[in-house]
């Protein structure tokens, strides 16, 4: 069960991923549950993305709303 704030930055990081500072610790729970990922960017910024088990999640909750 994600936290609200858990579920929060899991929604920040689909919509606005660059918004989400990547020392907060909700992502390193979403982290952990592989609900996103922290990759290389070409810049040498990491930039995270949702997986499909994210996106699941994210989709079943839409579901109960």
């Known amino acids: 069960m994600?936290?609200?704030h858990e579920f929060t930055t899991l929604m920040v990081v689909r919509d606005a991923p660059d918004q989400v500072e990547t020392d907060r610790l909700e992502?390193?729970?979403l982290l952990d549950l592989r609900?996103?990922?922290?990759e290389?960017?070409?810049?040498?910024?990491p930039c995270l993305r949702v997986t499909p088990h994210g996106k699941a999640v994210l989709n079943a909750v839409a579901r109960m709303g």
């Open 40 to 45: 290389p960017f070409a810049e040498g910024r």
């Open 35 to 38: 609900l996103v990922t922290l």
């Open 27 to 29: 992502l390193r729970t």
């Open 2 to 4: 994600l936290s609200p």
